[in-house]
């Protein structure tokens, strides 16, 4: 048992939005090991069919067991919304994703019963967030907005840009009007976004946000299941490792304004290969 404790974790994204929670689980377990994937080749997945979406999550799953990880995080809403399900009986290591820690904590924390969700196109065709939030909250009244302009947005780094701005008062505006107390930022790009979505929606709606969550869940399934990784030794050049399928310079530029260091390092793979 001693070396699985050792092992990483993985964690895939469609991109560089699963940084995000990356982000999280460094701040929130610092002692876990972490092998990170992007599939930019193949970004966005939002737009994709459920078949191809399960397609590139089994081949991600695949690269990541090749490196050893004790479990795998789905850090995209999309793949975790259309994937998960499917994937997670085909492997024994603990696969987890992030709508469910998301949509509990809304379902747990809105006092009006109205929750705003924020995600890709995919995302909220799944009506995955509103059967998760409204098993939890049968009352709940769950009202989805696609925003499929913001990744490309955040990508760019235009995070506070003016058009920015513009885009996200046209998307929220249409949630304001049904007096959400709760706003789930069901994509993991959006909480780069967190000043301009805070600012458009006020001080009296609940920002919520799933990698935080997904983090915290994390740290107590390792917990759980005796993984968690006890040893503090470990050589800082092997506790985060970065595999992309296309375009890894500017991957490591965008992770390296998003991380709390700079990212050395990122290896590019041929994904179809696994």
């Known amino acids: 048992m001693e070396n699985i404790r050792q092992a990483p974790i993985g964690v895939f994204d469609s991109g560089v939005g699963g940084l995000t929670v ?6 929130q377990i610092p002692n876990e090991r972490i092998v990170y994937f992007g599939d930019t080749a193949r970004v966005p997945y939002g737009s994709k069919s459920k078949d191809t979406i399960i397609r590139f999550s089994r081949q991600i799953v695949h690269f990541l067991r090749t490196k050893g990880v004790k479990a795998v995080v789905i850090a995209c809403n999309t793949a975790s919304a259309l994937a998960l399900e499917t994937l997670q009986p085909e492997v024994d290591i603990p696969i987890i994703g992030v709508v469910l820690p998301g949509a509990r904590v809304a379902a747990e924390t809105t006092k009006n019963g109205k929750i705003g969700v924020i995600a890709t196109e995919s995302t909220i ?3 995955l967030y509103n ?3 409204q098993e939890r909250n049968p009352n709940a009244q769950v009202f989805g907005k696609a925003c499929p302009l913001f990744c490309p947005l955040v990508e760019e780094g235009w995070l506070k840009d003016p058009v920015t701005v513009e885009v996200a008062n046209r998307y929220l505006e249409p949630l304001l009007a049904t007096g959400i107390d709760t706003l789930v930022m069901g994509c993991t790009h959006y909480p780069l976004l967190r000043s301009t979505l805070r600012e458009i929606m006020g001080d009296k709606v609940n920002l919520v946000n799933p990698a935080y969550e997904t983090a915290r869940e994390l740290k107590a399934l390792l917990e759980e299941k ?4 006890d040893r503090q030794d470990i050589p800082a050049d092997s506790m985060y490792q970065f595999y992309v399928s296309d375009a890894a310079s500017k991957f490591q530029r965008f992770a390296s304004s998003i991380l709390p260091f700079d990212v050395d390092t990122t290896r590019l793979i041929h ?3 696994y």
């Open 22 to 27: 990356a982000r999280e689980i460094m701040r």
């Open 125 to 127: 065709e799944s009506h």
């Open 131 to 133: 059967r998760v939030i």
């Open 226 to 229: 005796g993984l968690a990784n």
């Open 271 to 273: 994904i179809e290969d």
